[in-house]
């Protein structure tokens, strides 16, 4: 089955690097997404990555896939004020058409 | 190059009421999916459509249909409106050949009362 979880809120200062944390529990997805998501807003995607990569790097975003712990992250470097949003962790399988998204981290960035 | 683009953004109706709301896929897309944002939670599939056909359906009564025309664009219609179906509704379009790399719209804000 498909269950993906995070943790609730993270609050970072300006300037420093955010991590935001997400667990699967079906060894089976194919893709992993980030998605970004401010206020009244839709979905934006950050990035993704294929499930046979451990790392992928796209400018300030750093995503890690540990496969054993079947444990995703994403690493905000110089977080800035504009960073403050809730962001998504969403998983895909193979032959299945829908994202698995999980509840979202709400990142809050302090002076 | 417009994104993907939903109609309206906001919406009241009352209970037992019928809603339709719109979307139309980035340029270049063929697929269009439907998903439910309730306050607070990540959001919920309701189905996908590939070629005029609901290929994928989520775990939605039948109150909720769909379709989508000859350029892509699609519908969702939701039937006797109930207050639980207060929401944002999230239309993502894709590429068949592009491996489900989902873009989302702005979304439509209902409100049931």
């Known amino acids: 089955g498909e269950d993906v979880e995070q943790s609730l809120f993270l609050s970072v200062r300006e300037g420093d690097s955010s991590v935001i944390n997400c667990t699967y529990t079906d060894s089976s997805s194919t893709y992993l997404y980030w998605y970004k998501q401010e206020p009244g807003a839709g979905l934006q995607l950050l990035t993704y990555i294929f499930s046979n990569m451990d790392m992928k790097q796209d400018q300030r975003l750093t995503v890690l896939l540990n496969k054993k712990d079947k444990h995703l992250s994403l690493r905000i470097a110089d977080t800035q004020t504009g960073d403050s949003a809730i962001y998504f962790c969403?998983?895909?399988?193979?032959?299945?058409?829908?994202?698995?998204f999980g509840a979202g981290t709400t990142v809050t960035v302090r002076a | 190059d417009a994104g993907v683009t939903q109609s309206p953004t906001h919406l009241i109706k009352t209970r037992g009421q019928q809603v339709t709301l719109r979307c139309s896929p980035k340029?270049?897309?063929?697929?269009v999916s439907w998903y439910q944002q309730a306050l607070g939670q990540g959001p919920q599939f309701i189905f996908q459509y590939y070629e005029e056909e609901e290929r994928q359906r989520g775990n939605f009564p039948d109150r909720f249909s769909g379709h989508q025309f000859p350029n892509y664009s699609s519908e969702l219609n939701v039937n006797a409106l109930l207050l639980g179906d207060s929401a944002l509704y999230l239309c993502?379009?894709?590429?068949?050949?592009?491996?489900?790399?989902?873009?989302f719209g702005a979304g439509t804000r209902l409100s049931v009362l």
């Open positions: 993502a379009s894709s590429f068949s050949g592009a491996k489900n790399i989902q873009y």
């Open positions: 969403a998983e895909s399988f193979l032959n299945d058409y829908k994202l698995s």
């Open positions: 340029s270049g897309h063929d697929t």
